[in-house]
């Protein structure tokens, strides 16, 4: 019976010691960065294989003032044990907490590169705890992008067209701070960033703007983690790894680091900035290494993520911040492939939600996607069609037909994310996105449509003429059809001579930059996406009729051909002038033809005499 009771006992102190050592992580001690002397020994945390946490010896050489920003100390540390004798410094260490006497001195986070020995810069965990808002601030709406223009549609009681900026066309990913490339000097190791379902050919191409970002990229793939958030919390201990999940399902993209310290549910990592967003939602998960690589130039871990255990809510130059538990929405996405190979194929993903991030995300997931069955080089046509999904507005549209010699697939994929990103970019209160929904049909072969002649059923026209435009389009194999296009004169114009601009979206989005007033961006969702579905497209034949008539823009309507008392006393008032754009075109009708399975190119010019109707 005292054996029993002893047993009982034992077995009850067990998890109260258990417990014990969880809330320990909560009374770690700092070591002071003033402390830190040549000579003085430490030991670092970390993975090298499994999950298994396990020491390395670390000698302090100094203290670097200022080295990496104002106010930014580095300290500088000689490594050894385990496998760095081989590997020095190794790619996915960075955040290894570093202790002295059992007190936090800070993570790993620098290296040398081609360093013949392990030496590493480390992070004062003072720098790292910082990261976290000290008081919440009140939420305020993002600033529009600056280059989303919309104009007013004539006629169309305040709609609104997305007229994209003529000189940067396509979604830009490149304007960022760039990471030091190294060479000599201290270098941030770079994070691992792990493909799983990415083609080759979309790894290597957009492999330099991941390294300027400070990733490596490399192969990845994914295992069964266990049991997902809400089935029972994750234990991760500083020195174990995470997985950044920036895409999961049918395709993976992980970045991974370390963890420098946790304290409850808060958990602090990497030693350095991610991407530096600032605030941040990126779900993680703890990752399994299966190996340790020894190379020349930058030794690196194998590993695996698991379930999801968490979120990374602070993206900042010392570390990166997340909460244990805490979940963060991620955006579904649902591509439909009708392959040139006459077969179906379907892909299921989820995708981060992030400015910057999401829609290069995006382009990346539908080239891929494409590439896997669809030629990159010689003439094809993919034809793109969808939505994505808003829980407190109608969808934003996609359709558009992308024809040509080579990288259809690339130009494919910018209709779904450049949309995905100008949403994103002007984040209003109301923005949910709920899901984007794409069908792709993939022909080989080229389906462009030049715009061979136009007319109109009068060359003479009254205010309030009804009059048609026929259009000949002839393709690449000398095949010709035609598509019509129902013009409406104003009542209002009041000029002798009109000119009909007809052609490609492109190509009246080019006329309408140079040519004609641009409003401000979009004042709210409903707005944003309204212009979003007016954006000009390859697929449809449009046509711009416009008046040599003075007009000015004010608050993003148009007013053609004002009056002169007007305009003086809107001028008169210099707040109200300071918001007033003025133009000597006018465009008074803005109109459009059905889709058509082709990408259209070219453009005609028709002239209309306008005439009395008692003439």
């Not at 590169?113 to 003072?126: D, H, Q, R, Y």
């Not at 997931?365 to 010689?378: D, K, P």
């Not at 049909?441 to 009804?466: C, F, M, Y």
Request: charged share 20%; hydrophobic share 45%; net charge negative.
């Amino acid at each position: 019976m005292l054996m029993r009771a002893k047993c009982l006992v034992a077995a009850l102190w067990i998890p109260l010691f258990a417990a014990c050592g969880l809330r320990g992580q909560d009374t770690v001690e700092f070591f002071p960065v003033d402390q830190i002397q040549p000579g003085l020994k430490g030991v670092g945390k970390t993975v090298f294989e499994g999950d298994k946490i396990e020491e390395f010896q670390v000698e302090f050489l100094g203290v670097l003032k200022n080295v990496l920003a104002p106010q930014h100390d580095i300290i500088l540390g000689r490594l050894s044990g385990g496998p760095l004798e081989k590997t020095g410094v190794v790619a996915g260490m960075s955040g290894s907490p570093v202790y002295v006497d059992g007190k936090l001195v800070g993570a790993i986070a620098l290296s040398f590169p081609f360093s013949k020995e392990a030496l590493a810069g480390i992070t004062p965990i003072e720098d790292m705890i910082d990261v976290v808002p000290r008081q919440t601030p009140s939420a305020s709406p993002a600033a529009p992008i600056a280059n989303l223009h919309v104009a007013p549609i004539p006629g169309s009681a305040g709609a609104v067209r997305l007229i994209p900026d003529g000189e940067n066309p396509s979604f830009d990913w490149t304007p960022m701070p760039r990471k030091g490339d190294g060479g000599d000097d201290f270098a941030a190791l770079r994070l691992p960033i792990r493909f799983g379902g990415f083609s080759q050919e979309v790894i290597n191409t957009y492999a330099p703007l991941f390294r300027q970002m400070g990733f490596e990229p490399m192969r990845g793939g994914t295992i069964s983690g266990g049991p997902d958030l809400g089935s029972g919390k994750v234990e991760i201990a500083p020195g174990s790894m995470i997985s950044l999940l920036l895409v999961r399902g049918d395709l993976n993209l992980n970045v991974d680091c370390t963890v420098t310290y946790r304290k409850g549910d808060d958990l602090y990592a990497c030693g350095h900035r991610f991407l530096l967003t600032g605030p941040a939602k990126i779900p993680f998960a703890p990752s399994r290494v299966l190996a340790t690589v020894a190379n020349l130039a930058s030794s690196f871990k194998v590993d695996v993520p698991g379930a999801l255990a968490g979120s990374i809510t602070q993206d900042r130059f010392g570390a990166i911040y997340g909460v244990v538990g805490e979940k963060v929405p991620l955006i579904p996405v649902h591509i439909r492939l009708d392959s040139s190979l006459n077969r179906v194929v379907e892909y299921n993903f989820d995708v981060v939600k992030e400015s910057f991030l999401s829609p290069l995300l995006m382009n990346l997931a539908v080239i891929s996607s494409l590439s896997a069955t669809e030629r990159m080089l010689g003439p094809s046509t993919v034809e793109i069609k969808g939505a994505i999904r808003l829980a407190n507005s109608e969808p934003v549209e996609i359709d558009d037909v992308v024809s040509g010699e080579t990288n259809a697939p690339m130009a494919a994929a910018l209709s779904a994310a450049a949309p995905l990103g100008l949403l994103l970019n002007n984040a209003f209160p109301d923005l949910q996105i709920e899901g984007v929904d794409l069908s792709i049909i993939a022909r080989t072969g080229k389906r462009i449509a030049n715009l061979e002649q136009a007319w109109s059923s009068k060359s003479e026209v009254s205010p309030g003429d009804k009059i048609e435009v026929t259009v000949v389009l002839r393709t690449p194999t000398g095949e010709t059809f035609t598509q019509k296009l129902p013009v409406e004169i104003p009542e209002s114009v009041a000029d002798k001579m009109l000119s009909l601009v007809v052609g490609s979206g492109s190509a009246m989005n080019v006329l309408q930059t140079r040519f004609s007033l641009l409003a401000a961006a979009p004042r709210d969702l409903r707005q944003l996406v309204q212009a979003l579905n007016k954006t000009r497209r390859s697929n449809r034949v449009y046509a711009l009729l416009m008046a040599p008539q003075r007009s000015f823009v004010f608050q993003g309507d148009e007013f053609p051909s004002p009056p002169p008392s007007l305009v003086q006393t809107f001028l008169a008032d210099p707040a109200v002038a300071s918001n007033m754009t003025l133009s000597g075109t006018s465009i008074v009708g803005d109109f459009e033809t059905k889709a058509i399975p082709y990408a259209i190119r070219g453009q005609k010019t028709l002239l209309l005499k306008v005439v009395d109707q008692g003439d």
